[in-house]
């Protein structure tokens, strides 16, 4: 029912999203995970329509969803190796003063190179190479990171969990006793 380009942690997303309880779901690996939750989604009568990540009104949406492959996986693996290697390529320009040579052969090059970079931005190798080179003042323009609405509301919901725990947690050196009774 769930089909295999649907990622562990992707499945484990929709049951946050969906409140759908799962045992140890953190815990299971995906094979299990794909098997406890369809025989979930049998038992589900309803859920709340969610319109921020995957914009389904009800349950039969969802397994619908669920059924096709996952839209947001369609770059293929030589292309992600590639991106990610350019992206590496562009952070260590950045990292090395913007110095051209040994990394490229031109501005233009790493211009053009960054505009290819900037259309994968959900890899956050690829979001650091594009903040890092729009911090670079001899750049024409500055380049727009293309991500996805489901990657811009996780990154929104990582930077609130920021916010709030900041603050709240304290280290103190030194040695310290532990004893179990």
Do not use: W
């Not at 380009?5 to 799962?22: P, T």
């Not at 929104?156 to 103190?172: A, L, M």
């Amino acid at each position: 029912m769930i089909h295999p380009s649907h990622s562990r942690k992707d499945l484990i997303e929709v049951c946050e999203v969906f409140n759908i309880e799962l045992e140890d779901l953190y815990d299971l690996p995906k094979i299990s995970l794909v098997s406890l939750l369809e025989s979930e989604l049998e038992s589900i009568h309803e859920i709340e329509p969610e319109y921020e990540y995957y914009f389904v009104d009800g349950i039969e949406e969802l397994k619908r969803y669920l059924l096709e492959p996952n839209q947001t996986k369609n770059i293929t693996i030589a292309t992600k190796e590639k991106v990610i290697k350019d992206s590496r390529r562009l952070v260590a320009y950045c990292q090395s003063g913007y110095e051209i040579f040994p990394h490229f052969q031109s501005k233009e090059e790493v211009y053009e190179c960054a505009k290819i970079v900037a259309q994968h931005c959900d890899i956050s190798t690829c979001r650091r190479a594009i903040k890092l080179i729009n911090e670079d003042r001899s750049m024409p323009n500055k380049i727009e990171a293309v991500i996805s609405n489901r990657v811009r509301k996780q990154l929104e919901r990582r930077e609130i969990v920021k916010k709030r725990t900041r603050g709240q947690f304290r280290t103190r050196q030194g040695n310290f006793r532990v004893t179990f009774e």
